[in-house]
């Protein structure tokens, strides 16, 4: 059984993969002090709790959190007796290309996002990823990462917002029902939403318009359904889109663990 880990900036995912499906999705703040013990009494007790009782036995690891690897490790070793595989090492062989420039590290969650749509749609994609930073990966025809854009996150650019002018209060995300505001929270609400939805169309715009060819549009992440209701902003949207590129590239690995 498959333990697939997806470790961002703010949340960490933890999925059992029996080979065809996901048996569950686990969620947790990501904290890189958490140890492998307190690791394992929270998979445990969570999986206790929906009635799952399986043996884990390979697992694969991605992290934009470097400093957390280590701890996943220790529970690998120390409580499923693996060793887990980890995108972004030397050992970790991907299934696409990566054309970026010489020396550039390219995030993990991003990689495996390409594989992922590659995997589910073909290529010439534009992975739109709202997390802690809202990211656009392109994808070429032949499953290739070819490069992206990044800009800031929603919650950060409402949390840097909030701490920068001291009246304005924390708000939360939603679609108002006007674009002109008539209270402060609309108006904040507003110029979020509407902005993000401005940022993702003008972005997918010009990337299409630079690479001079139809590109299908991926929409992951948890607010990227609420933006969808602003405009056709996405083609389709995947919710488990970096659990389903985990899956492939452990797949793909398999023959060399």
Same mark, same amino acid.
């Given at each position: ?32 002090? !958490? ?9 445990? /007790? ?31 070793? !120390? ?6 595989? *980890? ?7 991907? +299934?696409?290309?990566?054309? *970026?420039?010489?020396? =550039? ?21 534009? %992975? ?6 809202? /990211?656009?990966? *392109? ?12 800009? +800031? ?20 995300? /939603?679609?108002?029902? !006007? ?5 402060? %929270? ?32 991926? &929409? =992951?992440?948890?607010?990227? +359904? ?18 389903? &590129?985990? =899956? ?10």
């Amino acid at each position: 059984m498959l333990l697939a880990i997806d470790c961002g900036n703010t949340n960490t995912v933890f999925s059992i993969w029996d080979g065809e499906k996901f048996l569950c999705t686990l969620r947790t703040s990501t904290e890189h002090q !958490r140890t492998a013990d307190q690791y394992y009494v929270w998979l445990s /007790t969570l999986l206790a709790h929906h009635k799952i009782d399986v043996k884990i036995d390979a697992v694969i690891i991605s992290t934009t959190v470097p400093r957390v690897v280590f701890n996943l490790r220790v529970l690998c070793a !120390r409580y499923f007796d693996c060793r887990p595989l *980890v995108v972004g090492k030397p050992d970790c062989k991907l +299934p696409v290309d990566v054309r *970026v420039d010489a020396g =550039t590290q390219v995030g993990p969650d991003r990689l495996v996002n390409t594989v992922a749509g590659h995997d589910l749609h073909g290529g010439d994609l534009i %992975v739109v990823d709202f997390g802690t930073a809202t /990211t656009f990966d *392109v994808v070429a025809a032949d499953g290739a990462y070819v490069g992206g854009v990044i800009a +800031p996150g929603v919650n950060l650019s409402l949390e840097a917002l909030h701490q920068a002018a001291a009246a304005l209060p924390h708000v939360d995300v /939603t679609m108002p029902e !006007r674009v002109v505001g008539t209270n402060t %929270v609309a108006c904040m609400q507003s110029g979020v939403f509407w902005g993000y939805v401005g940022l993702v169309d003008g972005i997918v715009s010009r990337i299409k318009e630079e690479r001079a060819r139809p590109m299908k549009v991926i &929409g =992951t992440g948890g607010l990227a +359904p609420l933006f969808q209701q602003g405009g056709p902003l996405f083609d389709v949207f995947e919710d488990d889109l970096t659990m389903h &590129g985990l =899956t492939v590239i452990h797949d793909f690995n398999k023959d060399e663990i």
